[in-house]
């Protein structure tokens, strides 16, 4: 049979110009996102509120620089009514009959952590073997960028009648739970309106592998303190009759584990994953496991991190090794970050958690639990699903951007609970989960990164889907 005449579609004519178009923007976007990474917006520290209205001042002369005609800042209120941080909103009305898409990414970021282990200073971004270094360069600046290089390349070409509708939602508190977001969604009402919803924070395969992500873990964190005692006391004293405070929370949080490591709360949701070649080896290589450290968990590995729940400790109050004495605390407290599966009710899985702590803590100590913030999971498989053409379309611009890699549909275990929100308010909207995290990114942590070859992609593919969704393609 005669090979056919029709080009396959990444090798269209049109299809090489537009990625022609997005590689010559690249240095453009690489400089402007070095410029975001410079602005230390940490959404969870106060100090940062002034770094946080520069990075949202930033962000919206981008999205106006690259021809959104209609930009501006907005500042909704937490339940408490406290100002939540700047978020920027862009809009391009649809042209007729044309649908509308809203991109979405955040601008603030993670603390840096200890600045003596970063191997470069945080907000100082640097290069070094095709990695971008600094904290935001991947989470979520780059998503930022992808979403002005993509509008950069197709603006322009578009004219006021051409294209489709777009709507850019660059929130600035992300990484603090979105305290104000239900109050955006309120306020800003039909503006977010959209067809397809692009949400440009997640991870990727690998580097030379993209993902669409299909589910997301949800995320409970609770403030779990213990008393024993009305004052401290003299640990020769007292010591071996009378429980110190900072024993009695080692103890309960140890039972909140059986010997496998494994979330010892009973009826959470739990599910087993799609299985997909990770290999252990691999998954102990990208972590940084050290040598005879075992896996914790049950279930295969993907299940472990995607679609089961997990617990983590993430700080403690008790006494520092500086100050200690001699003494049985009175109390001690911990935060724990319980992350949920995807179709767990955020309720359910508090009220399950609280009543194994009340369950098992030991020696009658006095235990007070309470929610710090909370975010819902996204099970991409559950509801009314989306629009296959839509899915059809993410694949196509992904693989083609990624010089027809496969693309892997696959679960994270990282949360993005604006995902469920966006779905409540647009419920019929197709939602797309995208990439500018690779395994070895490091986001939160120490000497973040991002791959250079993922943000090439990451421009590429918006500006080919974007286009196919507007017919240029
Ligand atoms: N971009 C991440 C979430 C993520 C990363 C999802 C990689 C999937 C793969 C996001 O910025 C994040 O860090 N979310 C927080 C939750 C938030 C409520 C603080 C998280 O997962 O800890
Ligand atoms: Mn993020
Ligand atoms: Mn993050």
Redesign the pocket.
């Given at each position: 049979m005669a090979a056919p005449d029709v080009p396959a579609p990444d090798d269209h004519p049109q299809v090489r110009v537009l990625r022609e178009r997005v590689r010559a923007l690249l240095p453009a976007a690489r400089a402007d996102l070095e410029a975001l990474v410079r602005i230390p917006g940490v959404s969870a520290s106060p100090e940062a509120a002034g770094a946080l209205e520069d990075s949202a001042r930033a962000v919206a002369d981008l999205l106006r620089e690259a021809g959104m005609p209609e930009v501006e800042v907005l500042r909704a209120r937490c339940a408490d009514g406290s100002p939540g941080a700047p978020a920027v909103l862009a809009r391009r009305p649809a042209p007729e009959g044309a649908p509308t898409v809203l991109l979405y990414a955040?601008h603030d970021v993670?603390p840096p952590g200890r600045a003596q282990e970063w191997t470069s200073p945080a907000f100082e971004p640097v290069e070094r073997d095709g990695r971008l270094f600094g904290r935001g360069t991947a989470?979520?600046k780059a998503?930022v960028m992808a979403h002005v290089t993509a509008l950069r390349a197709l603006l322009p070409a578009w004219g006021p009648t051409g294209g489709v509708g777009v709507t850019v939602l660059v929130e600035g508190e992300?990484?603090?739970?979105?305290p104000s977001l239900p109050d955006l969604l309120a306020t800003t009402g039909d503006r977010l309106a959209a067809d397809v919803v692009v949400v440009a924070?997640?991870?990727n395969w690998s580097v030379d592998h993209p993902s669409l992500?299909t589910s997301?873990?949800g995320?409970l964190?609770l403030e779990v303190g213990v008393r024993t005692l009305d004052h401290p006391l003299h640990s020769g004293i007292y010591g071996g009759v009378v429980p110190d405070a900072t024993t009695a929370l080692t103890v309960l949080l140890a039972r909140l584990w059986d010997d496998a490591g494994d979330l010892a709360v009973a009826g959470l949701v739990r599910s087993e994953a799609a299985e997909l070649p990770r290999t252990e080896e691999e998954l102990r290589a990208d972590a940084g496991l050290l040598d005879g450290v075992q896996l914790v968990g049950r279930g295969s590995l993907l299940s472990r991190t995607w679609t089961r729940p997990s617990a983590t400790v993430v700080a403690t109050d008790a006494v520092p090794m500086a100050d200690a004495s001699n003494t049985l605390a009175a109390s001690a407290r911990a935060k724990l970050?319980v992350?949920l599966a995807p179709g767990q009710d955020v309720e359910d899985a508090e009220r399950l958690v609280t009543e194994h702590l009340r369950a098992t803590v030991p020696f009658g100590a006095h235990l007070e639990v309470s929610r710090l913030?909370?975010?819902r999971p996204f099970d991409g498989a559950a509801g009314p699903g989306g629009s296959a053409a839509v899915l059809e379309a993410a694949d196509w611009a992904l693989s083609t951007a990624w010089d027809g890699s496969p693309v892997a549909h696959q679960g994270?275990?990282?949360?993005?609970?604006v995902v469920a929100e966006l779905l409540d308010v647009l419920p019929g909207a197709t939602v797309l989960?995208t990439?500018v995290?690779d395994p070895d990114?490091r986001?939160?942590g120490v000497d973040e990164s991002l791959s250079l070859r993922v943000l090439e992609g990451a421009c590429t593919a918006e500006a080919l889907l974007l286009a196919r969704l507007a017919g240029d393609l």
């Open positions: 955040h993670q989470d979520d998503g992300e990484e603090s739970g979105s924070d997640s991870d992500t997301l873990r995320l964190e970050s992350r913030g909370s975010g994270m275990g990282g949360s993005i609970p989960v990439g995290e990114t986001a939160h």
